[in-house]
């Protein structure tokens, strides 16, 4: 992993509203089974706050990592049981894409903000 810890991470490419919106995954954020998602692009600032139907969500952490440093450990903050699962279900997103051990990706680990 990189960048975990670095402030000066680059400028975003989109905006926090688009972090998480397939419906799928907003309802395991919901019900604490998401704690992390991983985009091509970064899509939120540390301390940031996501609200997803009501719900507030601040993005912890936010660092580089490779597709193939994912663990099963990282799999399940996706929601999934195994890299194997969240792998395929990945790539029937984006049919065509090549799942590259090398492919960097930005991860956005979140946490319900309780009032």
């Known amino acids: 992993m990189t960048n975990q810890h670095d402030t000066h991470l680059p400028a975003k490419t ?3 509203e688009k972090l998480v919106t397939m419906k799928s995954d907003v309802e395991k954020v919901l019900k604490g089974e ?5 985009r091509n692009g970064r899509y939120a600032d540390v301390g940031e706050i996501m609200v997803l139907d009501g ?5 912890d952490q936010v ?3 490779s597709l193939g440093e994912l663990t ?5 903050q996706e929601g999934y049981d195994s890299v194997e699962a969240y792998k395929q279900s990945i790539l ?7 799942w590259l051990p090398t492919m960097k990706v930005w991860v956005h680990e ?5 009032e």
């Open 14 to 16: 989109c905006s926090i």
């Open 55 to 59: 719900q507030s969500f601040r993005v």
């Open 110 to 114: 979140f946490s319900q903000v309780r």
């Open 92 to 98: 029937s997103y984006h049919p065509g894409m090549p």
């Open 34 to 38: 998401k704690t992390a998602t991983r």
């Open 63 to 65: 660092y580089h990592q």
């Open 72 to 76: 099963d450990v990282h799999a399940q």
